[in-house]
């Protein structure tokens, strides 16, 4: 299961040059400031946009090759895409919309598998109603059915909670999670929304001014400094995957264990061994030189400065080497000055919140059963 592509593309004062692949199934965001050329690469990739050269080949597929001629047609590319506003059929039920894809897949779903997509989406009871009377989060959850059941090889999912409240992208937030750990194929999310790309996203490909800034797994590029500005500041901070070492009922508390500690969080619902990617914001990570006693955070972990970027105002980021773990941290400058931060210092960070994702895996990789 693998997308390439390489596009070069000329807007006169934009210009698009990238490359990148992906080998695996699930999520890659593609993520970056607006004008990054977000947009414009995944039209190229579903055959809305031609560029000036490039190539696009899927699982081994060419859609695109400019130097041999080749330009498939988007009818022929094979690939699910799901539009910032869902765009189905306003006069057919939504049982029709889902069936439109189906009767256009190569190899079509068996009723079994339509069933089972029914109920990966939750959108069995709306089957009878047409667009007009669904949510927004309701609409964009038919889009995905009707976009997986047209048997694509890869989905392209462009914004496709930017026109939802804040409401109805929690609604439809776990469908996407589900629809992640168990759809077995790649799926570009395009997404100027930080906390959607760490929530969702395995890897991420980090676009700016037309051309690739980095490229690699959601904890590596989040934890990098040098890309703070691209990543926003407010969200910016370390994606963690942990393992649900223990559970402690009587407190209604769960101990995640990472590579160099261990993290105690409020009790969550998965079973000891389960996998759960935990997010720490670096405005949530406080810095001393000694263990404080009599404090209320439950989360103190010995670190080491691996890396201080100062910012042009008042604050730094620094970057916090938890065994083979990173973490960082945002304070002022003057505490950076107070405090005499410098790369290879042992020093104590104090976790203030951790942000929990509902996904849970077993520890085979497998989602749980129920």
């Known amino acids: 299961m693998s997308l390439e592509v390489a596009l070069r593309h000329d807007f006169g004062p934009f210009g698009l040059d990238i490359a990148f692949s992906v080998d695996r199934p699930g999520i890659t965001a593609l993520f970056g400031p607006s004008g990054s050329g977000k947009s414009t690469t995944i039209s190229a990739i579903a055959g809305l946009l031609r560029p000036d050269a490039g190539r696009i080949v899927v699982n081994g597929r060419v859609l695109l090759d400019t130097e041999r001629g080749i330009?498939?047609?988007?009818?022929?590319r094979r690939l699910g895409y799901v539009f910032q506003d869902a765009r189905l059929f306003p006069h057919l039920s939504v049982r029709s919309n889902l069936l439109f894809g189906w009767k256009r897949a190569g190899r079509p779903a068996s009723r079994a598998e339509i069933d089972h997509l029914v109920e990966l989406l939750g959108i069995g009871a709306l089957l009878g109603r047409r667009p007009g009377m669904l949510s927004g989060g309701e609409r964009q959850r038919v889009a995905l059915g009707r976009a997986l059941?047209?048997?694509p090889e890869a989905v392209l999912l462009d914004e496709p909670l930017s026109a939802l409240d804040h409401a109805r992208k929690q609604e439809i937030m776990p469908y996407l999670e589900r629809l992640r750990d168990e759809a077995r194929m790649p799926m570009l999310y395009v997404s100027h929304a930080i906390d959607e790309v760490t929530r969702?996203?395995?890897?991420?490909?980090?676009?700016?001014?037309g051309r690739v800034a980095a490229a690699g797994s959601v904890s590596e590029?989040?934890?990098?400094?040098?890309?703070?500005?691209?990543?926003?500041?407010?969200?910016?901070?370390a994606v963690l995957e942990t393992v649900v070492g223990r559970h402690d009922p009587a407190d209604?508390?769960?101990?995640?264990?990472?590579?160099?500690?261990?993290?105690?969080?409020?009790?969550?619902?998965a079973p000891p061994g389960a996998r759960i990617r935990a997010r720490v914001r670096a405005r949530d990570v406080m810095l001393a030189l000694h263990e404080p006693r009599d404090i209320s955070a439950n989360n103190i972990l010995q670190v080491e400065v691996a890396g201080i970027r100062l910012d042009e105002g008042a604050f730094a980021d620094v970057q916090l080497a938890c065994g083979a773990t990173r973490l960082v941290a945002r304070v002022t400058r003057r505490s950076v000055e107070r405090l005499g931060l410098r790369p290879g210092l042992r020093i104590v960070?104090?976790?203030?919140?951790?942000?929990v994702d509902r996904r849970s895996l077993s520890p085979m990789g497998e989602p749980p059963a129920g």
């Open 71 to 76: 330009v498939l047609p988007p009818r022929r």
């Open 221 to 237: 590029v989040m934890a990098r400094l040098d890309l703070f500005p691209l990543t926003g500041r407010f969200e910016a901070g």
């Open 349 to 355: 960070a104090i976790i203030k919140a951790v942000t």
């Open 149 to 151: 059941l047209t048997a």
């Open 252 to 269: 209604a508390l769960s101990e995640l264990e990472f590579a160099g500690g261990s993290l105690v969080v409020p009790l969550v619902d």
């Open 200 to 209: 969702l996203a395995d890897h991420m490909i980090l676009l700016d001014g």
